[in-house]
């Protein structure tokens, strides 16, 4: 299982981050959701019964826990839980291209959570039904929320 657990953290670690990126604008904070949504997979890898795609399956751990996990107030975690042996790549530095993600998440960051969830599935480029899928939102309802999302977006990216 625990083999299992690294090649599905090494083909899907970029979800990860960029779900932790959305949700968390602190450095630690985005370290301590990352630990946890690694604990969650770690937690669910064994009830996965491959009704969906991994991936599927992996943005639903990861945005049911970004939700969920700075609700409450900040935690310390007593999780006996280490990604001491896992090797994860450290993200290319690319200034430009930082710049321009640092403005996108930070007119995303206004956005609510559910919100939030959904630009981040369909900058994805998942479909509705995908979408649908891993929020619980109808696909009509998914296809309304993108419309007022980008519109909400746009206007905050032109001022």
Known sequence: MEKDLVEILNNYQGL????CNLYCPDREDR??????IVFQVWKSLGS??????ISTWMYRIALNTAITHFKKEKKTFNHHFSLENIEIPELKDDHEK???LTLMFAAIHDLDKIDKSI????????SYAEISEITG???SNVGVKLN????KLSVTLKK
């Open 16 to 19: 990860i981050y960029k779900v």
């Open 31 to 36: 370290k301590d959701l990352f630990q946890e």
């Open 48 to 53: 996965f019964q491959h009704k969906s795609t």
């Open 98 to 100: 930082e710049e321009q």
């Open 119 to 126: 630009i981040l599935l369909y900058l994805e480029e998942r």
């Open 137 to 139: 939102l109808s696909k």
């Open 148 to 151: 007022r999302i980008k519109a």
